[in-house]
């Protein structure tokens, strides 16, 4: 059923990640006024290097969730994490320049740097358990900030929707998605992980009795 599960999740959710990486990623890639528009184009390089750490944090973070590669391949699974931190701390200075530039409302830079606190904290903790030896919490702490990595995707995700539907003007919707692209997400993944664990629990005491 585990197994089934993560199919269907991952076949739900590939194709919208795919879709924004393909639509709001990687054309950042095509360094060039007209694409970063006047309103990026001074912050061009700090935006460009933000975007490809996302990327690699994204790609990097898909493979470290695959049981094959972490049982079979540990040193790869250990090499790919450092990778994986490094581009989390500096994507995350550099969203601190980029928000700090930003034209938008202290509630939306607000919601903006808080995630960017969230992500490399959650990230650090990881690593933490890691290094003491706690791979049960290690695991948690990981798909945790790799569920904020996604908060690019959940961002224009319910951002196109909240527009599709007319709610709010542009800097309400922003407002509102900056804050549940994330929190969100995250209260949903916490929530998952304390199910399973008591779920565990509650085996480990039948199997007793």
Request: glycine share 6%; with cysteine; aromatic share 16%.
């Amino acid at each position: 059923m585990v197994k089934t599960a993560r199919i269907l999740i991952l076949v739900l959710i590939a194709p919208v990640v795919l879709y924004y990486l393909w639509t709001r990623a990687f054309v950042y890639l095509n360094y060039r006024r007209e694409v970063y528009t006047d309103y990026f184009w001074y912050r061009a390089p700090w935006l460009l290097g933000h975007v490809v750490l996302g990327i690699s944090t994204f790609l990097i973070g898909t493979l470290q969730l695959i049981p094959a590669l972490r049982k079979g391949y540990p040193a790869l699974h250990r090499g790919l994490g450092k990778i994986y931190i490094v581009c989390v701390v500096v994507s995350t200075g550099i969203s601190f320049y980029l928000d700090a530039t930003s034209k938008g409302s202290i509630t939306y830079r607000t919601g903006l740097f808080t995630l960017a606190i969230a992500w490399l904290l959650t990230t650090l903790m990881g690593y933490a358990c890691a290094r003491f030896g706690n791979f049960d919490m290690h695991r948690e702490w990981m798909i945790k900030s790799f569920v904020l990595t996604l908060s690019f995707v959940t961002f224009r995700f319910v951002d196109d929707l909240l527009a599709r539907a007319g709610i709010g003007d542009f800097w309400e919707r922003k407002v509102l998605v900056t804050w549940a692209c994330w929190v969100i997400p995250l209260f949903v993944t916490e929530l998952v992980l304390q199910v399973r664990r008591l779920y565990k629990f509650k085996t480990r005491l039948l199997e007793k009795g």
